[in-house]
């Protein structure tokens, strides 16, 4: 069992693998091109996908789509597909995406277009049914404290079953918008094996390895080194994850073979609590996921099986997101360096905290020192004021004012008081920059199940 | 007086975030640590080590199989990744917050 050559075709009998080649929108592009050689390689239903939302990114897309009717799927989505869509087509490799966002019938016609300008076709279906934008405003399930002249988006999560369908269905890619992360694992898992939508303890196997896979690297080395106690090999040329799933309900994650990174028990145990709160009931569309009797074993490098997954039947509801409107977010900095850095950084945060309170009391600006104390700090000031009391000198600092409020003017007000500061402020201060945008909000709904249907269209 | 050490050397984590909803997930690099760990590292100091923040409450799950507790921390992201003022709007430094604690060794 041990050092088992990856892939071992003779003991690959009954496995499905799955590689995600992106974790988020802002992921390497060209990532997947390895991926897809390693995935070539791989003896069994082979499939490769994209994460690419976030709770905000899908409000920022329902934007771009009212701006222009062709726009509003994920605006990297091309940079993703473009390296690797010829090769799955001809590998036979299903590609699945969230990356339709706020508009995936756009994306799909974009997709077909292109691949006709190269003599491709392909069957794309679009997964819809989770954009409930235009019921939103008078609908009895959105939260009594929502304002409905501030929405701009209203996505519901949904799960496995329509991506299932549509591979059963031959589509070669599948575009989705709100897609749960790890239903695009679960709807490829059930096509590969068959696994029916309440096998609650195989549905929660492909939910973990879709919980574990949709960040990405995150699970192969990235957000993880820490030179001093946890080192990472060739960090620049992180290979992408790979989960390779028995029929059985085994699960192995591994990764791209001669790239960089790792996978180990300590990255898997980071990732597979990831932006987890309960482990017991981990809730997605598709099963109650329970993590809490898991435990790992190496079966050699870079590959660790995860056992003791179990599941319940899935929640009665689905979780939505509202994307609203209303705040801004305005950011600006100046920085100090050289002999008294500090007593000049000091001076300055006092005389802006003077001026803010003076000219813009309404407001809550929040103040770092880049240098001193700038992450861990909270509204008050209390974190940052005593790690000012007791820094050392520092040789390059910088004083950073963020603000979000409803009044634009009046963080454009505030922040024109830290540029200010280059002719009013302590000697020697340099580099102010300034920037101010909307910053879109989200809020969570739960909505009955069977409120949402979602359907396949076919492109 | 027992010997502190620095969280940092005897352990690893890792910091996510949902809304406004913070969790830290803290794991012993050697399993033996385990009970130590579970024993020292409470809800109520890391409710103090995240005082500033004001978070509404603290949760931990164990998870022995793992050698690791989830910590879930409310409130404590300054409104979240949409709305908060701050620079690390995730809160994805917040793991190292928790792994700055001093505790009494394992070896005391």
Known sequence: MLDSPFPSPSTAAGRAYIGCGAGFAGDRPRAAVALVEALAACDGPRYLFFELLAERTLAEAQLRRLSDPERGYASQLFAFLEPVVARCLALGIPIITNGGAANPTAAARRLRDQLSALGLT???????????????????????????DEIVSC????????????????????????????????????????????????????TAAGHLLECGTQVSGGYFADPAHKPVVDPAHLGCPI??????????????????????ERTVKEQLLYEVHDPAAYLTPDVTLDLSGVHLERLGPDRIAVHGITGHPAPATLKGNLGLRGLWFGEAGISYAGPGAVARVRL??????????EETPALHPHFDVIGVASLFNDGDGTWLDQALAAAPEVADVRLRVGIV???????????????????????????????????LRTQAFFIPRTRVIPYLTWH | MHPKILLADVAHARAG??????????????????????????EAIVAERFAHRRPHKVTRHCLPGLHGINFVIDGALEGGVNQSATLDRHGKSLSYLLLGLRLPSPAA
């Open chain 1, 405 to 439: 409020d409803r009044d634009r003017e009046a963080i454009e007000r505030a922040l024109q008081e830290v540029e200010a500061l280059y002719l009013n402020g302590p000697a020697g201060g340099g580099g102010v920059r300034r920037q101010l945008g909307e910053s």
């Open chain 1, 155 to 206: 996505n519901v999560y949904i799960g496995a079953e329509a991506v299932a369908q549509a591979l059963a269905e031959g589509a070669d890619i599948v575009i989705g918008g709100r897609l749960a992360d790890p239903s695009m694992v679960v709807g490829a898992l059930r096509h590969a094996h068959g696994w029916a939508g309440d096998d609650w303890a195989k549905l929660a196997v492909a």
């Open chain 1, 348 to 357: 300055a945060l006092e005389i802006l905290r003077q001026r803010l309170a």
């Open chain 1, 243 to 264: 989960a390779e799933v028995g029929s059985d309900g085994s699960l192995v994650i591994t990764k791209v073979p001669g790239s960089g990174g790792g996978v180990s």
């Open chain 1, 122 to 148: 392909a069957r794309i279906a679009c997964v819809l049914g989770d954009d409930l934008v235009g019921e939103a405003a008078d609908a009895d399930w959105l939260p009594a404290d929502c304002p409905s």
């Open chain 2, 17 to 42: 975030d949902k809304g406004n909803t913070l969790n830290v997930a803290v794991f012993v690099f050697e399993p033996a640590h385990y009970a130590w760990l579970e024993r020292t590292l409470t």
